[in-house]
């Protein structure tokens, strides 16, 4: 059974940095293009950025690309997003996501997500 699971949200003040990991009991890491999403209450789900199994990557917004780094361990399963000089409007619940796709910056190309995990930022 695939089972993408996120850790390393929390609270951290504006400036501040957070890592974000994923790991994957399914081992899609290995196969899959991998990407984080998020969201905030209301709005719809945001790509924030995506590698392929060969670490190639996509960001969204230019400032998401200044500030966070996209990251793999084929070997571990594992996905890292680290968020650094972070911002108050960064505030939201962050998705990992696995697509059969090298890579995507669509939400619909997803097949398999986690439960995500919240990073609140404070002023």
């Known amino acids: 059974q695939v089972r993408l699971v996120e850790s390393g949200g929390g609270l951290v003040q504006a400036g501040g940095s957070l890592r974000l990991s994923c790991v994957d009991s399914g081992n899609l890491v290995g196969r899959y293009g991998m990407g984080w999403f998020r969201q905030t209450p209301g709005k719809e789900r945001e790509f924030v950025a995506a590698i392929t199994y060969t670490s190639g990557t996509l960001y969204g917004a230019n400032s998401l690309k200044e500030r966070f780094t996209i990251s793999r361990d084929n070997a571990k399963n594992m996905v890292y997003l680290q968020m650094d000089s972070l911002k108050v409007e960064d505030t939201a619940e962050y998705y990992c996501?696995?697509?059969?796709?090298?890579?995507?910056?669509?939400?619909?190309?997803?097949?398999?997500w986690g439960q995500g995990t919240q990073v609140t930022v404070s002023a």
């Open positions: 996501a696995a697509t059969k796709y090298p890579i995507s910056i669509r939400e619909d190309e997803y097949d398999y």
